[in-house]
């Protein structure tokens, strides 16, 4: 994957008020930060997606506490442990597990056999902080990657990655997201969608904060 870039934040759109204060989020961020810029700082190094992205869906998804969620819904990145067993082997078989990724699964007894198989991903390994960022952060390269993930220089369609991430492939296949203007996006979206867009993409969001008025994330 290229170096991808970001252009934010999106025209328009500012963070809902009921999200929060301006200090309240930058504090939010500042934390989750602060706990766990190590682990953010190897996912992002390798799938090549800004750390900036990958800190804001942590922020926007479970304000920062591993302990957020539900089921098989939990942690930072809110990734659902349902899926996470098919999504690493369609990675491996695909070539674009990292040595250092496969060797960081692998300290958490994550393994692929010759047929490109590995275990079940259980709700306890969704609760480690380390490993839900770097699954999460495959699961995202996953959709970035997609070839309505970025344009052709780069920037990623934050418009239509976290519908998919947040929504789901139904919504997402169902409303045509991989053509769509932003405007027609906005304007079909469900509103708890369109409100995780706002908190990650408007004026006063996460990545707004973060590429602005945090230099140490990076």
Known sequence: MAVLTLNVPTKGLTSPSSWGSYSSIKGQIEGTWNKYSKFFQFAAAQSNIPVSVLLAFAVVESGGNPSAGSGNTKNLMQANVSYMKSQLENEFKAGRLSDAEKSKLAAYG???????KTRIITVEDNLKPELNILIGSIILGQL???SW????DGTIRMDRVIP????GIKGFNNNKIATSTP??????????TLSYIRK???????????????PQVK
Not at 149 to 152: H, R, T, V
Request: net charge negative; hydrophobic share 40%; glycine share 12%.
């Open 144 to 146: 970035i990657d997609q």
């Open 200 to 214: 990650m993409m408007g004026k006063g969001g996460a990545l707004d904060i973060i590429i602005t008025s945090l």
């Open 110 to 116: 994550i393994n692929f056999d010759a047929n490109g």
């Open 164 to 167: 998919y991430y947040n929504w």
């Open 149 to 152: 993930g970025k344009d052709a």
């Open 183 to 192: 405007e027609n996006i906005y304007k079909n979206i469900p509103s708890v």
